[in-house]
Protein backbone atom coordinates (compact mmCIF):
# COMPACT_ATOMS: atom_id res chain seq x y z
CA UNK A 1 0.00 0.00 0.00
CA UNK A 2 1.09 3.54 -0.94
CA UNK A 3 1.72 5.44 2.42
CA UNK A 4 1.88 8.82 2.44
CA UNK A 5 4.78 10.84 4.50
CA UNK A 6 2.71 14.52 4.55
CA UNK A 7 1.36 17.07 2.67
CA UNK A 8 3.28 18.84 0.39
CA UNK A 9 1.66 21.87 -0.48
CA UNK A 10 -1.50 23.76 -1.74
CA UNK A 11 -2.19 25.53 -5.16
CA UNK A 12 -4.99 28.32 -5.97
CA UNK A 13 -5.93 30.47 -9.11
CA UNK A 14 -6.68 33.72 -7.87
CA UNK A 15 -7.59 37.32 -9.72
CA UNK A 16 -4.77 39.47 -8.41
CA UNK A 17 -1.40 38.03 -7.66
CA UNK A 18 -0.37 41.42 -6.33
CA UNK A 19 -2.38 41.42 -3.39
CA UNK A 20 -2.46 37.42 -2.38
CA UNK A 21 1.38 38.08 -2.34
CA UNK A 22 0.51 40.69 0.04
CA UNK A 23 -1.49 38.72 2.48
CA UNK A 24 0.44 35.67 2.35
CA UNK A 25 3.57 37.45 3.63
CA UNK A 26 1.85 38.96 6.09
CA UNK A 27 0.34 35.61 7.46
CA UNK A 28 3.97 34.64 7.26
CA UNK A 29 4.97 32.96 4.34
CA UNK A 30 8.02 33.89 1.97
CA UNK A 31 8.13 34.76 -1.66
CA UNK A 32 10.30 31.92 -3.72
CA UNK A 33 8.98 32.86 -7.23
CA UNK A 34 6.97 35.24 -8.96
CA UNK A 35 5.85 36.16 -12.44
CA UNK A 36 2.55 37.75 -14.61
CA UNK A 37 1.14 34.30 -13.82
CA UNK A 38 2.60 32.44 -10.84
CA UNK A 39 3.30 33.02 -7.25
CA UNK A 40 5.14 30.18 -5.08
CA UNK A 41 6.14 31.09 -1.61
CA UNK A 42 7.56 28.79 1.12
CA UNK A 43 7.75 28.73 5.29
CA UNK A 44 10.96 28.42 7.09
CA UNK A 45 11.58 24.63 6.96
CA UNK A 46 13.22 22.62 4.28
CA UNK A 47 10.44 22.16 1.67
CA UNK A 48 11.20 24.75 -1.10
CA UNK A 49 7.41 26.02 -1.28
CA UNK A 50 4.23 24.70 0.50
CA UNK A 51 2.08 27.68 -1.41
CA UNK A 52 1.09 28.41 -4.94
CA UNK A 53 -1.11 31.09 -6.19
CA UNK A 54 -1.81 30.72 -10.02
CA UNK A 55 -3.22 33.79 -11.96
CA UNK A 56 -7.12 32.92 -12.82
CA UNK A 57 -8.27 33.88 -16.22
CA UNK A 58 -10.29 37.06 -16.89
CA UNK A 59 -13.95 36.10 -15.40
CA UNK A 60 -12.59 32.91 -13.76
CA UNK A 61 -13.47 32.65 -10.28
CA UNK A 62 -11.02 32.27 -7.57
CA UNK A 63 -10.67 28.23 -6.59
CA UNK A 64 -8.67 25.94 -5.10
CA UNK A 65 -6.78 23.72 -8.32
CA UNK A 66 -5.55 21.19 -5.80
CA UNK A 67 -3.89 19.80 -2.68
CA UNK A 68 -0.39 17.47 -2.82
CA UNK A 69 0.86 14.87 -0.72
CA UNK A 70 4.16 13.48 -0.12
CA UNK A 71 5.46 10.13 -0.54
CA UNK A 72 8.70 8.94 0.08
CA UNK A 73 9.77 6.37 -2.69
CA UNK A 74 9.31 6.40 -7.04
CA UNK A 75 7.92 3.14 -6.88
CA UNK A 76 5.17 4.43 -4.43
CA UNK A 77 4.99 7.30 -7.30
CA UNK A 78 4.56 4.39 -9.68
CA UNK A 79 1.84 3.02 -7.76
CA UNK A 80 -0.42 5.97 -7.61
CA UNK A 81 -0.49 6.14 -11.42
CA UNK A 82 -2.57 2.79 -11.12
CA UNK A 83 -4.93 3.84 -9.06
CA UNK A 84 -8.05 4.45 -11.23
CA UNK A 85 -8.38 7.89 -12.82
CA UNK A 86 -5.12 8.58 -11.82
CA UNK A 87 -2.83 10.52 -14.64
CA UNK A 88 0.63 9.29 -15.58
CA UNK A 89 4.04 10.22 -13.62
CA UNK A 90 4.63 13.55 -14.64
CA UNK A 91 7.17 16.40 -13.63
CA UNK A 92 5.95 18.90 -11.36
CA UNK A 93 7.21 21.84 -12.74
CA UNK A 94 8.12 23.75 -9.64
CA UNK A 95 10.59 24.57 -7.43
CA UNK A 96 13.11 21.61 -5.90
CA UNK A 97 11.92 19.38 -9.33
CA UNK A 98 10.20 16.05 -8.68
CA UNK A 99 7.20 14.13 -10.00
CA UNK A 100 3.94 14.46 -9.41
CA UNK A 101 0.94 12.02 -10.03
CA UNK A 102 -2.77 13.82 -10.22
CA UNK A 103 -6.47 12.12 -9.11
CA UNK A 104 -9.37 12.41 -8.61
CA UNK A 105 -10.63 12.04 -5.06
CA UNK A 106 -14.26 10.45 -5.33
CA UNK A 107 -15.83 14.02 -5.13
CA UNK A 108 -14.09 14.98 -7.95
CA UNK A 109 -11.08 17.28 -6.12
CA UNK A 110 -7.85 17.19 -8.04
CA UNK A 111 -5.51 15.47 -5.85
CA UNK A 112 -1.53 15.41 -6.46
CA UNK A 113 0.96 12.58 -5.03
CA UNK A 114 4.24 13.97 -5.26
CA UNK A 115 7.78 12.53 -4.66
CA UNK A 116 11.57 13.80 -5.58
CA UNK A 117 11.58 17.58 -4.52
CA UNK A 118 14.84 18.77 -3.38
CA UNK A 119 14.88 19.72 -0.14
CA UNK A 120 16.58 22.98 0.96
CA UNK A 121 18.26 24.87 3.85
CA UNK A 122 15.74 26.61 6.30
CA UNK A 123 15.30 29.60 7.19
CA UNK A 124 16.74 31.56 10.65
CA UNK A 125 13.99 31.95 13.28
CA UNK A 126 13.25 32.77 16.45
CA UNK A 127 13.87 29.95 19.15
CA UNK A 128 10.70 28.82 20.97
CA UNK A 129 10.27 30.83 23.98
CA UNK A 130 11.23 28.98 27.27
CA UNK A 131 8.46 28.96 29.60
CA UNK A 132 8.49 29.27 33.41
CA UNK A 133 5.37 27.45 34.48
CA UNK A 134 4.13 27.54 38.46
CA UNK A 135 5.66 24.02 38.99
CA UNK A 136 8.49 23.66 36.66
CA UNK A 137 10.73 26.36 35.70
CA UNK A 138 12.85 26.74 32.51
CA UNK A 139 14.03 29.73 32.50
CA UNK A 140 16.48 31.29 35.21
CA UNK A 141 18.34 34.77 34.41
CA UNK A 142 17.04 35.41 31.35
CA UNK A 143 14.08 37.63 30.01
CA UNK A 144 11.61 37.43 27.45
CA UNK A 145 12.00 39.73 24.76
CA UNK A 146 9.75 39.34 21.31
CA UNK A 147 10.95 42.18 19.46
CA UNK A 148 8.57 44.65 17.22
CA UNK A 149 5.53 43.04 16.41
CA UNK A 150 5.63 41.26 12.92
CA UNK A 151 4.55 38.42 10.96
CA UNK A 152 4.22 34.97 12.51
CA UNK A 153 7.22 33.01 11.36
CA UNK A 154 5.65 30.03 9.42
CA UNK A 155 7.39 26.42 9.69
CA UNK A 156 5.39 24.14 7.63
CA UNK A 157 2.21 23.30 5.89
CA UNK A 158 0.83 21.10 8.40
CA UNK A 159 -2.10 20.13 7.54
CA UNK A 160 -5.74 20.30 5.22
CA UNK A 161 -9.41 19.69 5.95
CA UNK A 162 -12.12 19.12 3.00
CA UNK A 163 -15.47 19.23 2.81
CA UNK A 164 -17.10 16.49 0.59
CA UNK A 165 -20.18 15.11 -0.01
CA UNK A 166 -19.62 11.76 0.78
CA UNK A 167 -17.67 11.57 3.74
CA UNK A 168 -17.74 7.68 3.78
CA UNK A 169 -16.58 6.53 0.32
CA UNK A 170 -14.04 9.36 0.78
CA UNK A 171 -12.59 8.28 3.67
CA UNK A 172 -12.54 5.16 2.46
CA UNK A 173 -10.89 6.24 -0.59
CA UNK A 174 -8.13 7.76 0.78
CA UNK A 175 -7.47 4.86 3.90
CA UNK A 176 -7.64 2.21 1.19
CA UNK A 177 -5.16 4.04 -1.21
CA UNK A 178 -2.82 5.94 1.02
CA UNK A 179 -2.63 4.25 4.51
CA UNK A 180 -4.13 6.93 6.39
CA UNK A 181 -5.05 6.71 9.74
CA UNK A 182 -8.56 7.47 11.99
CA UNK A 183 -7.03 9.29 14.78
CA UNK A 184 -10.71 10.60 15.83
CA UNK A 185 -14.09 10.01 14.25
CA UNK A 186 -17.05 12.78 15.08
CA UNK A 187 -20.41 11.35 14.94
CA UNK A 188 -24.06 11.65 15.47
CA UNK A 189 -26.38 9.70 16.98
CA UNK A 190 -24.60 6.26 16.53
CA UNK A 191 -21.04 6.15 16.22
CA UNK A 192 -21.38 4.59 12.30
CA UNK A 193 -22.76 7.98 11.26
CA UNK A 194 -19.98 9.89 10.80
CA UNK A 195 -20.38 13.45 10.06
CA UNK A 196 -16.25 13.39 9.82
CA UNK A 197 -12.54 12.18 10.79
CA UNK A 198 -9.48 13.57 11.60
CA UNK A 199 -6.69 11.37 9.52
CA UNK A 200 -2.94 10.84 10.09
CA UNK A 201 -0.31 9.63 8.13
CA UNK A 202 0.72 5.92 8.86
CA UNK A 203 4.30 6.30 9.77
CA UNK A 204 4.57 3.23 12.35
CA UNK A 205 6.44 3.80 15.30
CA UNK A 206 7.81 7.52 14.18
CA UNK A 207 5.64 10.86 15.66
CA UNK A 208 3.25 12.10 13.28
CA UNK A 209 0.58 15.18 13.73
CA UNK A 210 -2.72 14.07 15.00
CA UNK A 211 -3.96 14.81 11.43
CA UNK A 212 -2.78 15.57 8.35
CA UNK A 213 -6.19 15.26 6.40
CA UNK A 214 -9.97 16.04 7.64
CA UNK A 215 -12.88 14.58 5.85
CA UNK A 216 -16.18 16.28 7.23
CA UNK A 217 -19.52 16.61 5.35
CA UNK A 218 -20.38 19.55 3.67
CA UNK A 219 -23.15 21.65 5.20
CA UNK A 220 -26.37 22.03 2.68
CA UNK A 221 -25.41 24.06 -0.15
CA UNK A 222 -21.43 24.27 0.32
CA UNK A 223 -20.49 21.36 -1.97
CA UNK A 224 -16.78 19.81 -1.71
CA UNK A 225 -14.41 21.96 -1.16
CA UNK A 226 -10.57 23.25 1.03
CA UNK A 227 -12.32 24.34 3.99
CA UNK A 228 -9.03 25.35 5.35
CA UNK A 229 -4.50 25.03 4.76
CA UNK A 230 -3.06 25.24 8.52
CA UNK A 231 0.29 26.61 8.66
CA UNK A 232 2.36 25.64 11.81
CA UNK A 233 4.00 28.34 13.55
CA UNK A 234 6.54 28.46 16.48
CA UNK A 235 5.01 28.82 19.76
CA UNK A 236 2.31 30.66 21.64
CA UNK A 237 3.68 34.06 21.73
CA UNK A 238 3.97 33.68 17.71
CA UNK A 239 0.21 33.26 17.49
CA UNK A 240 -0.80 36.10 19.56
CA UNK A 241 2.19 38.52 17.76
CA UNK A 242 1.13 37.07 14.30
CA UNK A 243 -2.65 37.71 15.20
CA UNK A 244 -2.26 41.19 16.21
CA UNK A 245 -0.29 42.14 12.73
CA UNK A 246 -2.90 40.21 10.88
CA UNK A 247 -5.17 42.34 12.92
CA UNK A 248 -3.52 45.51 12.56
CA UNK A 249 -3.47 45.46 8.86
CA UNK A 250 -7.40 44.69 9.30
CA UNK A 251 -7.73 41.36 7.81
CA UNK A 252 -10.50 39.49 8.81
CA UNK A 253 -10.36 37.12 11.43
CA UNK A 254 -12.69 34.10 11.45
CA UNK A 255 -12.14 32.39 14.67
CA UNK A 256 -10.06 32.13 17.59
CA UNK A 257 -7.42 32.24 19.51
CA UNK A 258 -8.48 28.92 21.08
CA UNK A 259 -7.47 25.55 21.48
CA UNK A 260 -9.02 22.71 19.78
CA UNK A 261 -9.86 19.30 21.76
CA UNK A 262 -9.07 16.68 18.87
CA UNK A 263 -5.37 17.49 18.25
CA UNK A 264 -4.80 20.19 20.78
CA UNK A 265 -4.04 23.00 18.65
CA UNK A 266 -3.73 26.03 19.39
CA UNK A 267 -5.88 27.67 16.59
CA UNK A 268 -6.26 31.10 14.66
CA UNK A 269 -8.04 31.05 11.13
CA UNK A 270 -8.26 34.41 9.07
CA UNK A 271 -9.89 34.72 5.62
CA UNK A 272 -6.96 35.71 2.82
CA UNK A 273 -8.40 38.63 0.43
CA UNK A 274 -10.61 36.01 -2.01
CA UNK A 275 -12.61 34.23 1.24
CA UNK A 276 -10.17 31.32 1.62
CA UNK A 277 -9.43 29.88 5.09
CA UNK A 278 -6.16 29.63 6.08
CA UNK A 279 -4.97 28.89 9.80
CA UNK A 280 -1.91 29.78 12.21
CA UNK A 281 -1.66 26.57 15.08
CA UNK A 282 1.11 25.29 17.21
CA UNK A 283 1.07 23.06 19.96
CA UNK A 284 -0.27 20.23 18.38
CA UNK A 285 -0.37 16.12 19.47
CA UNK A 286 1.77 14.16 17.91
CA UNK A 287 0.80 10.15 17.81
CA UNK A 288 2.33 6.61 16.72
CA UNK A 289 0.25 4.30 14.40
CA UNK A 290 -0.66 2.31 17.42
CA UNK A 291 -2.84 4.59 18.96
CA UNK A 292 -6.50 3.88 18.80
CA UNK A 293 -9.29 5.88 17.21
CA UNK A 294 -11.30 7.88 19.40
CA UNK A 295 -14.93 8.66 18.78
CA UNK A 296 -16.65 11.48 19.65
CA UNK A 297 -20.08 13.15 19.33
CA UNK A 298 -20.76 15.93 17.42
CA UNK A 299 -21.33 19.48 19.17
CA UNK A 300 -19.01 22.98 20.30
CA UNK A 301 -17.91 20.09 23.14
CA UNK A 302 -15.74 18.61 20.17
CA UNK A 303 -14.67 21.25 18.23
CA UNK A 304 -12.72 22.99 21.25
CA UNK A 305 -11.39 23.58 24.91
CA UNK A 306 -11.47 27.42 25.18
CA UNK A 307 -11.84 30.31 22.83
CA UNK A 308 -14.43 32.26 21.71
CA UNK A 309 -17.50 30.73 20.03
CA UNK A 310 -17.32 29.40 16.63
CA UNK A 311 -18.14 32.34 14.28
CA UNK A 312 -21.12 32.28 11.99
CA UNK A 313 -18.95 32.22 8.60
CA UNK A 314 -16.78 29.16 9.74
CA UNK A 315 -18.54 26.30 8.36
CA UNK A 316 -19.02 28.21 5.13
Not at 9 to 20: A, C, E, K
Not at 97 to 117: A, C, L, M, R
Not at 273 to 293: A, I, K, S
Not at 298 to 315: K, M, N, R
Amino acid sequence: MIKIADVSHVVYRVPDLDIQETFMTDFGLVRVERSDQRLVMRAAGTAPYCYVAEKAAPGEKAAVRSIAFRVESAAELEQAAKIEGAGAVQPIGLPGGGNKVTIKDPNGFSIDIVHGIAQVAPLEIRRPMRLNHADEKQRYGGVQRLGAKAPAQVQRLGHVLLFVEDVKATIAWFRGNFGFIPSDIIYEGEQDNGLGAFLRCDRGDQWTDHHTLGIFKAPPGIGTKLHHASFEIQDFDAQFMGSEYLASKHYKREWGIGRHLLGSQIFDYWRDPNGFLVEHFTDGDLLQNDVPTGFHPAGADSLYQWGPPVSEGFFT
